[in-house]
Nanobody, 114 residues
Framework: QVQLVESGGGLVQPGGSLRLSCSASRFTFSISFMSWYRQAPGQERELVASITIAGTTNYAGSVKGRFTISRDNAKNTVYLQMNSLKPEDTAVYYC????????WGQGTQVTVSS
């Protein structure tokens, strides 16, 4: 499994913003479909957003219009810009890379609370 390094999680108030980052190896990033998933306690892990190598994006209905996934090929990094955060967005967020093999980040906690 290829290591993915995540950062950017934390505590934010409702309506606030966070940007998550996930870095992969150059090779893995160049061939991989990148995604962000999230999982709340007792819940199934769900796909939040994904981006293809070509830059085509897809979002869960619950985050459309609020979250933006992007990738920086020069930095081998995928981002999740999260705006207008809601308490329902509270979860552990995981980066995923899927190409010839699949890799996961360690997860980063996002807590949205007053």
């Amino acid at each position: 499994q290829v290591q993915l390094v995540e950062s950017g999680g934390g505590l934010v108030q409702p309506g606030g913003s966070l940007r998550l980052s996930c870095s992969a190896s150059r090779f893995t990033f160049s061939i991989s479909f990148m995604s962000w998933y999230r999982q709340a306690p007792g819940q199934e892990r769900e796909l939040v957003a994904s981006i293809t190598i070509a830059g085509t994006t897809n979002y869960a209905g619950s985050v459309k219009g609020r979250f933006t996934i992007s990738r920086d090929n020069a930095k081998n990094t995928v981002y999740l810009q999260m705006n207008s955060l809601k308490p329902e967005d509270t979860a552990v967020y995981y980066c995923n890379a899927k190409g010839t093999s699949e890799s996961w980040g360690q997860g980063t906690q996002v807590t949205v609370s007053s």
